[in-house]
């Protein structure tokens, strides 16, 4: 299994320039996940989606817009981008067994390193 | 909602020696609290977790306390070794309605000296 794959790595776009960054994992998890990390803030949650065709707000989604088509993707976009969106994405999963209660730790993405300039 | 702090933001150790990270959180339904481990350049990844059911737990030489009548928890690692070096968050979760939601601490980078 790849686990949770990240495309691209590394990205330099242009202030104003629109870009789709692409999650997919093969474990075939209910929830997905994108966060952003800036030095010293740790990892915020932009959107999360707990199933296909669901998706929801995290802590910082302005800016960005995220798309659950099929369970195994999860599309980050970015229509305008912005200097102060210049940081590394991260997509995890996870997943929540029946009768458990619980749901289980997010496995991460490589990342992809975003430079707006 | 929930927020997490994370002391200290930097910590060096000796070899052999120990290293201790603490966490407080402001939410008393948080029942879930994870750590995670960053080494440069790479992901994060889940070393130990700790549910409120507990006080404490053991995985070698990483352990995680949790006090929650003062809505903290540690981190502890014992005779470190250079491959500890890296940052390490902790995280808070309230399990039943939170959709699996993780709110990460701001980060200690651990670096430990040969």
Known sequence: ???????????????????????????????MYWYRQDPGMGLRLIHYSVGE??????????GYNVSRLKKQNFLLGLESAAPSQTSVYFCASSYFPVG?????????????????? | GENVEQHPSTLSVQEGDSAVIKCTYSDSASNYFPWYKQELGKRPQLIIDI????????????????????????????????E???????AASTE?????????????QVVVTP
């Open chain 1, 100 to 117: 458990t209660g619980v749901v289980k730790e997010q496995y991460f993405g490589p990342g992809t390193r975003l430079t707006v300039t």
């Open chain 2, 51 to 82: 549910r409120s059911n507990v006080g404490e737990k053991k995985d070698q030489r990483i352990a995680v306390t949790l006090n929650k009548t003062a809505k903290h928890f540690s981190l502890h690692i014992t005779e470190t070794q250079p």
């Open chain 1, 1 to 31: 299994n790849a686990g949770v794959t990240q495309t691209p790595k590394f990205r330099v776009l242009k202030t104003g320039q629109s870009m789709t960054l692409l999650c997919a994992q093969d474990m075939n998890h209910e929830y």
């Open chain 1, 53 to 62: 065709g669901t998706t929801a707000k995290g802590e910082v989604p302005d």
């Open chain 2, 84 to 90: 500890d070096s890296a940052v390490y968050f902790c």
């Open chain 2, 96 to 108: 039943t309605d939170s959709w699996g939601k993780l709110q990460f601490g701001a980060g200690t």
